[in-house]
């Protein structure tokens, strides 16, 4: 697979709910989705994967509730490094597993900024979602100060880098997604330009070839900051952009799955 050979990787579309939706709007957002994605993946329905991040709480409701066939894939927003143990308030790889979750997202600017998570913290626990078979969502994304200093691709190298550092080649396969999340664009309504979103998306691609050969390289790399329906075709145009994570636009269903469509070619 060569880097730009973009009709290969499997699009992900996923939405990350944050801390939003009480359980019955989660039924209901979740509801939404889920009748509406089949219509949105007509199209080509086995070149985009779907999921949606509800809150841990509301997680099991969607599981429940979950269309058949596993089209809608569930992750949770976090997930420990630890698998159980005197850990308040954690949850661990494969209790989401055991409880019907696919997958986790790691490392989201929020948690390192809110919560103190550092590159350490984010190998650690990458590590152990990619050990314990969990679909993983890998963020990394610079702040607005390390763009405007132009140091941007190596302060994601960086976060690459030191994420991966225990990570084996064994573990290296299609349960890892990467999300490059560029912190300035997230929730501000500022989206990368197409060309600077590509950019990024070849440096973290060449990165992993590096490091994890063919591999590593045929990752799917999913763009993450104020994707909207209005922006999405142009962001996937540009190529080396696989899909997105999205955050205000996935609370709204038709705002999603317009999305969606789109990821989808229709
Ligand atoms: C996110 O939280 O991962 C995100 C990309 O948010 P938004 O789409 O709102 O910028």
Same mark, same amino acid.
């Not at 005197?86 to 696919?102: I, Q, R, S």
């Given at each position: 697979?060569?880097?730009?050979?973009?009709?290969?990787?499997?699009?992900?579309?996923?939405?990350?709910?944050?801390?939003?939706?009480?359980?019955?709007?989660?039924?209901?957002? +979740?509801?939404? %989705? =889920? *009748?509406?994605?089949?219509? /949105?993946?007509?199209?080509?329905?086995?070149?985009?994967?779907?999921?949606? #991040?509800?809150?841990?709480?509301?997680?099991?409701?969607a599981v429940r509730h979950a269309p058949p066939?596993?089209?809608?894939?569930?992750? +949770?927003?976090? %997930? =420990? *490094?630890?698998?159980?143990? /005197?850990?308040?308030?954690?949850?661990?790889?494969?209790?989401?597993?055991? #409880?019907?979750?696919?997958?986790?997202?790691?490392?989201h600017s929020e948690r390192r900024g809110h919560f103190r998570e550092t590159d350490h913290d984010v190998a650690r626990k990458l590590q152990a979602a990619l050990a314990a078979g969990v679909q993983t969502v890998l963020c990394i994304g610079e702040p607005l100060e390390i763009r405007e200093s132009a140091t941007h691709e190596s302060y994601v190298i960086s976060q690459l880098s030191t994420a991966f550092s225990n990570v084996s080649h064994e573990h290296i396969n299609e349960r890892l997604v990467i999300a490059y999340e560029p912190i300035w664009a997230i929730g501000t309504g500022k989206v990368a330009t197409p060309t600077e979103a590509s950019a990024m998306h070849r440096s973290?691609?060449?990165?992993?070839?590096?490091?994890?050969g063919s591999t590593g390289a045929g990752r799917s790399i999913l763009y993450g900051g104020s994707v909207k329906p209005?922006?999405?075709?142009?962001?996937?145009?540009?190529?080396?952009?696989?899909?997105?994570?999205?955050?205000?636009?996935?609370?709204?269903?038709?705002?999603?799955?317009?999305?969606?469509?789109?990821?989808?070619?229709?």
């Open positions: 697979m060569t880097e730009t050979d973009t009709a290969a990787r499997l699009r992900w579309v996923i939405g990350n709910w944050k801390q939003n939706k009480l359980r019955f709007e989660a039924r209901e957002l +979740a509801d939404a %989705v =889920a *009748a509406g994605l089949m219509n /949105a993946i007509a199209a080509n329905p086995s070149s985009v994967n779907v999921g949606i #991040a509800p809150t841990f709480l509301s997680l099991d409701l066939g596993g089209a809608l894939w569930l992750f +949770a927003q976090n %997930v =420990a *490094a630890q698998e159980s143990g /005197a850990f308040t308030g954690e949850v661990g790889p494969t209790m989401l597993l055991d #409880a019907g979750v696919n997958g986790a997202i790691i490392g973290i691609r060449a990165w992993m070839g590096e490091r994890f209005a922006n999405a075709a142009g962001l996937l145009a540009a190529g080396d952009i696989d899909g997105f994570l999205v955050g205000g636009a996935s609370l709204d269903a038709a705002s999603f799955l317009d999305i969606v469509r789109t990821a989808a070619g229709g």
